[in-house]
């Protein structure tokens, strides 16, 4: 089926995509269990994220001097948040929450939020470890979000549209990875660097005795460790519509469609952090904007000239 036309989810619409968000963040979580388990000899490791998630809400809440509180809450319940603002205008096949004429913005400034969100964490504990971490994290936004808009816009210049309905539906006979893989490139890494995993997690790093994680425990931590599952479960989401045709695909519905390239490529990208190293932010920087900055505006160039040439023939 196609992408085609997208139609908004009735009254309970919100309900059902932040409980569809919350099963792929789980199944991405016992994913990277499983994996963990295997690397470590051992066969079983899919409880493993039930039996963390037990242990973190019968641990007490560390306290720290004067620390911010409510920044500091702000922060560790904010990755969670931005990621179910983010999917409100994914179309999932022929459905979407909110069909917003703007989704791609929509998108991209939930991706800012996330900057303040982490930074807040580190902030509100009035500890070092965390504030250097949320400085990181801040570091490393610099390089990977230029580089990040400019692959957001080939699609949008493809589709000749902002909407995420549109650019679904642009793609039906060609997928947009196709002929943007440098835009899908640089979008897939973007989506580990704002979901903190490898090689992005300096800001959560073991040097900094866990950074924006480390005074954080309980109810806190398993915030904030599942709001980095669900930001990577939306990112896989997005780079399916975006790049991967959405919901298109033969014989089973387009839903279907949507959820399995959206699976598939969640634990693809479980299993290939788990094969890249840790890298600071003064390495990413460097191949950030003098390599991969370059490479999609001549992309993007690419792309303008072909969709004009297309459009004036």
Partial sequence: MSGGAVQQLPYWGPVAAVAALAVLAFSAAVADGVMSARAGGMRRGGFAPVAEGARLLRQRRRTTIAADAVLRQVGVAGLVVAAALKVAVLPVGAWVVSDLEVGLVWFNAMDVLVWAFVWLAGWGANSVYPLVGGYRFLALALAYELPLMFALTGPAVAAGSLRMGDIVAAQEGLWFVVWMPVAFLVFVAAVLAFSLQRPFTAPISADLGGGVLAELSGMDRLLLLGGRY?????????????????????????????????????????ALRRRIPQLRPEQLMAPAWVVGLPLVLVQLLIVSIITIAGRGS
Avoid at 237 to 254: E, I
């Fill in 230 to 270: 669900s930001l990577l479960a939306a990112g896989s989401g997005f780079a399916v519509d975006l790049f991967l045709g959405g919901g298109s695909g033969p014989w089973f519905p387009d839903w279907l469609w949507f959820l399995a390239k959206t699976v598939a490529l969640l634990w693809l990208l479980v």
